[in-house]
């Protein structure tokens, strides 16, 4: 899935949308693609003259390129796929502008609505960081 197609599952939108591309492997994982181009955000602070792609946002990466494996759910609408947990997550390499970042992912234990994965973010074949998390899909309460 390109990024348009991708919005068609995700709810986020930019600048808070952090993957550009991503499908289902035949072994049934994820895998994802996103191209630090430098002028993010996320790293207008961290850190100036030395920018490094923060952990949180890489974890955010990890979940989104997941939600693939869940577009027939996901695409139903007002479900959203929200955060639940964290766990042995370690960040193991620094990713800078200009890396094009991997992101591999697998589930491991499927509880509907909730779901536990495990993933791996890389940069030219070296491990940044991996980790389990799990998140939910769940019905979306709109603000009034």
């Known amino acids: 899935m390109n990024k348009e197609e991708l919005k068609k599952i995700l709810p986020h939108r930019e600048p808070m949308l952090l993957v550009e591309e991503a499908y289902v492997n035949e ?48 695409i139903q609408e007002g479900f959203i796929p929200v955060y639940t947990g964290l766990d042995k997550v370690k960040f ?8 094009k970042i991997r992101i591999d992912t697998k589930i491991l234990k499927e509880f509907p609505p909730m779901y536990m994965l495990h993933g791996e973010i890389s940069v030219d074949g ?11 899909i769940v019905k979306e309460e709109k603000e009034s």
């Open 126 to 136: 070296k491990r940044c960081m991996n980790g389990d998390f799990s998140f939910a």
């Open 92 to 99: 193991r390499g620094m990713i800078k502008p200009g890396d």
């Open 27 to 74: 072994d049934g994982t994820a895998t994802g693609f996103y191209t630090v181009k430098g002028d993010e955000y996320f790293l207008q602070g961290h850190f100036p003259g030395n920018p490094i792609v923060p952990g949180v946002i890489q974890c955010e990466m990890m979940a989104q390129s997941a939600c693939v494996l869940f577009a027939d759910k996901m």
